[in-house]
């Protein structure tokens, strides 16, 4: 009992936090008070659906209570009015997309009751809705990892363990991944997801920290390789020892170079859908990959790793013409802010590769604050692509096989801002509805 109160009086008007047995219990006694004939069953839902095995199973996870009533003139009726609320399986998004129905109720549900456990289970929750497919072009996982980290930073803050910032946090996150596209479910990548299925789970067992990288042959293979190329240098590290986590970094590194050979021209070109923002995701889908393996690994994780190496792979049609190295040049009056000013992509490129980390994180963060981008998403994307860029550049520099690369995202970011983005505005977007309505024709689209 809390605060001298029966568990589900508490529940009811202290807390408001429970699993399906509170909301059940607590509709069956408030029934039983107006006098309906009303009790607790419990049991299992239905389970998922295993293709390969070709069964339903069935485990603990997913036990079940619910209530059963009797109504006049219809008789006994079985309960889903708990089922909305049910926290046992742990999946916040699982039952809106097995049903396809976006079943926001059951999403909200099940995230109120994962704050109402550890806050372990109620990361490993999102992470497995995260990371079960690929949602929302990988917002879902990205913002996944934003979530744990902010709580996390928060909840240092507050003495005591109290989480009361979290509700709203991850509550508005269920509700973002139960309307996320799926779009591993959509034709173009129904192939890959059978091709993952048909190679089976990875797995930490291999994980050692003395295992050897070869990051050449990684690079080569998912930057420059096909489909089928890149999942193999993925499996193929993990299988020899290479920690998941280091691999999420050079999955990292690799999106970097890949946004590093970006044509700036497909931002201008009308007629193509793509631009800047969409190889820009590839890193930051990575880097949230690296972020949550470091925090919380999980198996269910490892799953990202494949989803990321398709991602910097699939992004390779946007890139440009083979680019000559970058001569150095005279930065005597040169930092960041001015060489951004002035669009010198040879000056920020060295200045990314040349400064020190705690000088390029002072000036990056100065720029993320100055009006460098008008547009909303714009400025939120220099924020999010310019930290990332950060953290990985810390991260690959202390590891023995992965340094030479280490600030590519750093100098793909610095030259990402200096061409001057037209942002997508009002005229281009007017300009391609009303060629659509008048001649049927839409952008194209290279990945």
């Given at each position: ?23 059940a219990g ?108 690929f ?5 879902g ?18 003495p ?9 946090i ?73 920690a ?47 972020q ?69 994180r ?18 939120a ?11 990985l ?55």
């Amino acid at each position: 009992m809390r605060g001298g109160r029966p568990p589900l009086a508490d529940f009811l008007f202290g807390s408001r936090r429970g699993y399906c047995q509170h909301f059940a219990g607590s509709m069956a006694v408030m029934l039983r008070s107006l006098g309906i004939p009303a009790r607790v069953a419990v049991g299992y839902t239905g389970g998922r659906f295993d293709a390969k095995a070709d069964a339903w199973v069935v485990t603990d996870r997913d036990a079940h209570s619910w209530v059963e009533v009797w109504l006049a003139g219809r008789g006994g009726q079985g309960g889903a009015a708990a089922a909305a609320y049910d926290g046992a399986d742990g999946d916040v998004a699982g039952r809106g997309r097995a049903r396809g129905d976006e079943d926001l109720a059951t999403a909200e549900g099940i995230a109120q009751a994962a704050l109402a456990s550890s806050r372990e289970a109620l990361v490993d929750t999102f992470v497995d809705a995260a990371t079960d497919g690929f949602l929302d072009f990988g917002h879902g996982l990205i913002f996944v990892a934003q979530a744990e980290g902010l709580t996390a930073h928060l909840g240092a803050a507050v003495p005591g363990g109290e989480r009361p910032h979290e509700a709203p946090i991850w509550t508005s996150l269920a509700r973002n991944l139960v309307y996320a596209t799926r779009e591993h479910t959509l034709p173009p990548m129904r192939q890959f997801v059978k091709s993952v299925e048909a190679r089976g789970p990875l797995s930490f067992a291999h994980a050692r920290e003395d295992a050897a990288f070869d990051a050449e042959r990684f690079f080569a293979q998912v930057v420059d390789g096909d489909l089928a190329s890149a999942l193999d240098a993925v499996d193929g590290v993990v299988t020899e020892g290479v920690a998941p986590t280091r691999v999420a970094l050079a999955l990292g590194l690799a999106a970097g170079e890949r946004l590093l050979r970006f044509d700036p021209a497909h931002e201008l070109d009308f007629d193509v859908s793509e631009g800047w923002l969409h190889v820009t995701h590839a890193l930051t889908y990575a880097e949230a990959t690296f972020q949550l393996l470091q925090r919380r690994p999980s198996e269910t994780l490892l799953r990202a790793l494949r989803y990321g190496a398709r991602f910097v792979q699939h992004m390779g049609p946007l890139d440009g013409p083979p680019a000559a190295d970058v001569e150095d040049v005279d930065l005597t009056g040169h930092d960041i802010g001015s060489a951004l000013d002035a669009r010198d992509v040879s000056a920020v490129r060295q200045l990314a590769r040349d400064l020190p980390l705690d000088e390029l994180r002072a000036a990056l963060e100065r720029d993320m604050l100055s009006d460098r981008l008008t547009r909303q998403i714009f400025v939120a994307h220099h924020i999010k692509t310019g930290a990332a860029a950060l953290r990985l550049a810390e991260a690959a520099e202390s590891d023995r096989d992965l340094a030479p690369w280490a600030r590519r995202p750093l100098e793909a970011t610095l030259r990402w801002l200096c061409h001057p983005m037209k942002e997508r505005r009002i005229a281009r977007n007017a300009r391609i509805a009303s060629r659509f309505v008048r001649e049927g024709v839409r952008t194209r689209d290279l990945c």
